[in-house]
């Protein structure tokens, strides 16, 4: 669906995309993640054909935009961080109004109020909608001309947990349909594990790591992770013979730390033995497996968000 071949943009010193190429499949969702300043959205926005790159290509469906605008702005849907809508019209014809740019008729209107599901609010001014609501109104607007190519640049950015989960059944409902192709920028790790069958990080304008959330975690992040606090503090080097023991990262010395193992139900029984052999009182306890967020600090050194 989209081919991006050795792109590089520059904006006066900084380069913010540095001879990237990446594919995107038909119908497939695909998560950009990385820090602000990744370069996430210049990408998207030259996908978009809002910016051009200063080398390499970049092609869509097999269009370019330069030869093909009509036919991209036909196949693509797009929403983006913020969207500003007139305060004094409804909802209905805010869709009336974007759904005319593309020759659509009001039925198509209502049928994207369901879906996005507004039609209760159909007749609300969009002054009066909450921040859940808007969003759901920016999604519908991008899903008016039933687009093969939906871009969404953090959708949910500020939402509550409620609203977010909204915004995801309803991309979940449209991904099970199979006929778009999703490019989906979030800095919300959860986000990209849910919707996305992809994860793209990017860092400084290149590409860090390409593949699934198990090929990512099992190349740059292998392990599972127990990660635990006790009353009295344990003797040096008592975790290493922890069946599948790879590394110990101490919070507080000897009392509290991560320890991270191949197998979190092989090491579970050694590792709650040697906490009753040392008279270790366990005051908290955690098992799970890594997420996005832990691949990111494998790979960069930090948080996502710093």
Request: aromatic letters at 6%; charged letters at 25%; hydrophobic letters at 40%.
């Amino acid at each position: 669906m989209i081919d991006i071949n050795q792109v590089t943009r520059s904006f006066k010193n900084h380069v913010a995309i540095r001879n990237l190429t990446l594919r995107v499949r038909e119908n497939e969702y695909l998560a950009l993640l990385g820090p602000n300043g990744a370069g996430k959205t210049t990408l998207v926005e030259m996908i978009e054909g809002l910016q051009a790159p200063d080398q390499g290509t970049i092609t869509i469906g097999g269009k370019t935009w330069g030869r093909h605008e009509r036919f991209l702005r036909k196949i693509i849907g797009l929403s983006l961080q913020e969207t500003r809508f007139v305060d004094k019209l409804t909802v209905l014809e805010t869709l009336d109004l974007f759904g005319s740019f593309y020759g659509l008729g009001r039925s198509r209107s209502g049928e994207v109020a369901e879906l996005v599901g507004l039609s209760e609010k159909k007749n609300a001014y969009t002054v009066n909608l909450s921040g859940g609501q808007r969003q759901k109104l920016a999604l519908g607007v991008a899903l008016l001309n039933q687009p093969r190519l939906l871009l969404l640049d953090e959708p949910t950015t500020g939402l509550d947990p409620n609203a977010r989960r909204e915004i995801w059944d309803i991309l979940t409902d449209l991904k099970k349909a199979g006929r778009t192709t999703l490019i989906l920028t979030t800095h919300y790790m959860e986000e990209a594990q849910y919707l996305c069958d992809r994860i793209v990080v990017l860092d400084r304008g290149e590409v860090l790591a390409d593949g699934t959330l198990e090929e990512l975690l099992g190349a740059f992040a292998a392990g599972e992770l127990i990660e635990f606090e006790v009353g009295s503090p344990l003797p040096p080097g008592v975790l290493e013979p922890l069946p599948g023991f790879m590394a110990v990262h101490w919070v507080a010395p000897g009392r509290k730390g991560t320890v991270t193992v191949g197998s979190i139900t092989e090491a579970l029984p050694v590792l709650l033995a040697l906490f009753r052999t040392h008279g270790a009182a366990v005051l908290a306890f955690q098992c799970r497996k890594k997420t996005l967020e832990d691949l990111f600090v494998a790979m960069t050194g930090r948080r996502l968000h710093e």
